[in-house]
Each structure stands twice: as structure tokens, then as C-alpha cells.
């Protein structure tokens, strides 16, 4: 059987096609990519670079977002969750792009950016379920979300289940289980799920 050379020309052309090849899936990649809209950071804050701030009564990130597209002199924001003390929902307009740094106070982003709410499967972010209670009661501090999911799953009368995080029911988070399931509607500071 014979041996096959290919000559170094030959071989120069094929590699240049190849390299087009590449060049050519990275530019598309890159334009797939520029095309995808920015989202904000749930869990994250972006300190410093403050501007402008506002109580945010709605207690809704979404209308931080929205101040933000509104203000030319704004690159980027950071909405805070009402406090435990009773304060309202803070939207900060900053002029940089500061850093991030996780913290469950907020949700930050950049001008342009839509908030878009983390998907868990079995829970129902910023989804309050009104009605059907079975009954309701007062986390204790730093149980969040799981905590009442999982009374609701312990109850077997309970078929849903919505949360509330500190500052929009009450000082504490609260904790509502439902015997019945009751269709969604958005709130923002409630969490909603379906157990059975």
C-alpha cells in the first residue's frame, strides 16, 4: 500500500480554510451573543457610583429598572428590598458600572437590562396566590422561601404554598400555606409554589 504526502502548499490552503472556518463561528457566535438583551442580578448588589436615590412604593425592582432607562446620566442601578426595620424598597441610579458582590438585599443591573426573576422549579418568583388559605404565620430570621415550602410539603391539607419576604406583609417574613390552589398573579416580595 502506498504512502500519500501532501505538498506544503497543499497543506498551507487547507489549514487557511480551516482557520476561515473558525473565524467565521466565532463572528456568529459573537453576533448571537451582542443580540442577547442584558438581564439584571437577582442577589446581587452594585455598590458605589450613587447619583440618585428614591423609595420605591410599589416595592417592585422592575420600576427601578424602568427609572434608570428614563435618566441618561444613569448607567446602571441597584434595588433594595424594603428592611425588617419597616423602611420601603430603595432604588439606587448610579453613573458607573460598579462591581457586583452577591447580596440577597437586592437586585442590580445595567441600564438596558430587564429583570428577569431566577427559575426554580416548584417555585413561582414574584407570583403572589391570594386566597385559599389554610392558615399563615411568621418565619423566623434568615428562613427564607424553602422553609415554607417545606411546611407546606410536611401538610398534608397543604396544596400551595406563598411567601413573603421581610418588609411586604409585615416586619418578618411571612409564610402562607393554601388548601386551595388559587391562579397567580405578579407581585413583587412574594414567591408562590404548587406542592400537590
Do not use: H
Amino acid at each position: 500500500m502506498g504512502k500519500c504526502r501532501l505538498s506544503g502548499a497543499v497543506m498551507a490552503e487547507a489549514l487557511a480554510k480551516v482557520l476561515a472556518s473558525v473565524l467565521a463561528c466565532a463572528t456568529l457566535l459573537s453576533l448571537a451573543l451582542a443580540s442577547v438583551p442584558a438581564r439584571a442580578q437577582t442577589a446581587f448588589d452594585r455598590p458605589g457610583g450613587d447619583y440618585f436615590s428614591a423609595p420605591v412604593a410599589s416595592g417592585d425592582p422592575e420600576d427601578c429598572a424602568l427609572l434608570c432607562e428614563r435618566d441618561r446620566r444613569c448607567r446602571s442601578w441597584s434595588f433594595s428590598y424594603p428592611d425588617v426595620e419597616g423602611g420601603s424598597a430603595v432604588c439606587w441610579l448610579k453613573n458607573t458600572v460598579p462591581s457586583r458582590v452577591p447580596g440577597s438585599c437586592c437586585i442590580s443591573g445595567v441600564r438596558g437590562a430587564g429583570v428577569i426573576e431566577p427559575r426554580v422549579e416548584g417555585v413561582e418568583t414574584s407570583i403572589d396566590r391570594p386566597g385559599g388559605d389554610l392558615r399563615n404565620f411568621e418565619l423566623k430570621e434568615g428562613e427564607g422561601v424553602e422553609a415554607c415550602k417545606a411546611a407546606c410539603t410536611a401538610d398534608n391539607k397543604c396544596r400551595a404554598f406563598t411567601y413573603a419576604r421581610p418588609g411586604y406583609t409585615g416586619r418578618e417574613a411571612r409564610c402562607y400555606l393554601k388548601k386551595e390552589i388559587k391562579p397567580p398573579r405578579r407581585k413583587a416580595g412574594f414567591t408562590s409554589g404548587v406542592v400537590r
